[in-house]
């Protein structure tokens, strides 16, 4: 058979696999397309990946630590049976917040099995950044490993919070991970669970100055997943000589706090049968020793990420021919960095994703050839259920080729911003997802961004508000005006910068210390332009970020 294209692959793989059969349902008001027989939650789906994996083999692998499948799922359903016991209800919140440990898998599927929504922490918060997302999402009970559950405790009697102790953390008087586990699931019976209800709160920074809580349901994340699910399986259709197949083992390095690691990787590997191998701490030697170790055959993190293990790889002579994959999300992979990586991985194929907190990260994708042809490229839209327009200011579709807003529709599409409905209404307009990047879609259907309409900065992949750091920054009584903008960074593709009018003496350190408190370190300013006297500001009075951006950003050149 001669090799298809992706068109017609999917529309063969879906005329001819059960697995990928589409129908539709009525979600929110719109009638939408998705995948008929995809699991309806996260506990059907957990089922699911019983049928299909040979008994005993791993699961999860952390450090020295190997889970089966079936223990796994043995453990989902006594600690599920643990939180009902505890009092946890369908649709109460509970907080998971943690580095990337096998518990954290666990409590996700426990959480959702006894009806409950995980409220998915930033593990890098500040106390005061933790308390505000724990009194926007209402969760009372909360799970946290040793350095989160120091930053916890000021704030715990206030909240009335309950702290359950998890790996090193010291449980203070409250329970402990292990103390919710039953003996046995006894008498427990899983609620049913509507699949329009959320499964997790996600926090995501955007143009305002708080993180948003994200509100993701369970359709919403088992369809971004299955939409992965048919692009891998009609990878074979479109080659000459399809590849042996061989065990998949994905490796997520990526916190479990964000969708690049919760669903492209920890949900995805439950249908595709992969082992999914956990990293502790991030470093590109390590990450080869792993990969060569754990024969991983996908890696999906950030662009930094991508550019630490090829280095890593390069420099020790390694080719990692088991990676059949090693893609970047969270933020546009340099151009200039695609064919390298591919001469590093002949083996692999390089790709680029991009998609959103609100979209349970699907979005569009691009891989292997097509890629290299197209480094600037985001992609096409992954298959099969998703729509894909640039808008104008009116929300009129503009044809190929012309600059607009992006924006998706689909089942993935989350429920709301939580707690913030004028937010959620000008976010979806007429089941449109607007999402504040601006690009243009070529006549192939190719995705390219060109720039944000939002007051964001993405470092390392993670999402930065200026208008939150700005907040942070008037809190000091020397700043009196302040402009924060993103800075070009070798490595982390963007850092934080800021412009500032102060009255008397400050120094970088004296801010950075000031910070401290308040925002989590990632978010602190790189650098920092002190000015004498009011910032730049546009024809309307306001700050000018732009201008004033550009012309620090000449001072850095200059320098």
């Not at 100055?209 to 369970?218: D, E, F, S, W």
Request: charged letters at 20%.
């Amino acid at each position: 058979m001669s090799p298809m294209t992706l068109d017609e692959a999917v529309a063969h793989m879906v005329g001819t696999d059960p697995r990928f059969a589409l129908t539709t349902a009525q979600i929110r008001g719109e009638e939408l397309p998705v995948f008929a027989n995809a699991p309806n939650d996260l506990p059907a789906l957990q089922a699911l990946g019983r049928t299909i994996r040979a008994p005993g083999a791993d699961f999860i692998v952390y450090e020295d630590e190997r889970v089966t499948y079936d223990d796994w799922c043995e453990e989902t359903a006594r600690l599920a049976a643990g939180l009902v016991a505890r009092g946890v209800r369908p649709g109460d919140r509970v907080g998971v917040a943690m580095r990337n440990y096998p518990e954290y898998l666990t409590l996700i599927m426990a959480i959702a099995a006894a009806g409950a929504v995980s409220v998915l922490i930033n593990a890098w918060w500040t106390s005061e950044e933790l308390e505000y997302g724990l009194v926007d999402s209402g969760a009372k009970l909360i799970f946290a490993d040793g350095p989160r559950a120091e930053r916890l405790r000021p704030v715990a009697g206030r909240l009335g919070l309950d702290i359950v102790a998890t790996r090193d953390a010291a449980p203070a008087g409250g329970a402990r991970y292990a103390d919710l586990l039953t003996p046995e699931p006894g008498a427990f019976t899983p609620p049913k669970i509507d699949p329009d209800s959320d499964f997790a709160i996600v926090y995501t920074s955007g143009s305002t100055g708080h993180p948003k809580g994200v509100a993701l349901t369970h359709r919403g994340a088992i369809q971004a997943v299955w939409s992965w699910f048919i692009t891998l399986a009609v990878g074979p259709l479109m080659v000459e000589t399809p590849p042996p197949s061989r065990p998949q083992a994905f490796l997520c390095a990526t916190p479990l706090f964000h969708v690049t690691a919760t669903h492209p990787l920890f949900l995805l590997s439950i249908p595709c049968a992969a082992k999914l191998v956990m990293m502790r701490k991030w470093s590109g030697e390590a990450a080869v020793e792993v990969v060569e170790r754990e024969a991983v055959t996908r890696f999906l993190g950030v662009p930094t990420m991508c550019a630490d293990i090829a280095d890593a790889a390069r420099r020790a002579g390694r080719t990692l021919p088991s990676l059949v994959s090693l893609g970047a999300g969270g933020a546009k992979r340099p151009g200039a960095q695609v064919a390298p990586q591919a001469e590093v991985f002949p083996h692999a194929a390089i790709g680029s994703g991009y998609g959103l907190t609100e979209t349970n990260a699907l979005g569009v994708g691009i891989a292997g050839p097509d890629y290299l042809e197209k480094p600037e490229a985001a992609g096409r839209l992954y298959p099969a259920i998703q729509k894909l327009k640039i808008a104008d200011e009116t929300g009129r579709a503009l044809p190929p080729d012309t600059l607009g807003e992006i924006c998706f529709k689909s089942a993935t599409l989350m429920r709301g911003y939580l707690n913030k409905p004028a937010e959620t209404a000008e976010a979806i307009r007429d089941g449109w997802l607007h999402t504040g990047d601006l690009g243009m879609v070529d006549a192939e259907g190719y995705l390219t961004i060109v720039d944000r309409k939002k007051n964001i900065i993405i470092r390392g992949g993670e999402n930065i508000s200026c208008l939150e750091v700005e907040g942070a920054l008037h809190r000091h009584p020397s700043v009196l005006e302040a402009a924060v903008f993103p800075i070009p960074d070798e490595r982390l593709g963007e850092a934080v910068g800021a412009a500032l009018s102060i009255v008397g003496q400050v120094t970088s350190a004296e801010l950075s210390a000031f910070l401290g408190d308040v925002l989590a370190p990632f978010k602190h300013p790189a650098r920092y332009w002190f000015r004498e006297g009011p910032l730049t500001r546009g024809a309307t009075d306001k700050i000018d970020r732009r201008a004033i951006r550009a012309a620090c950003l000449a001072e850095m050149v200059e320098a």
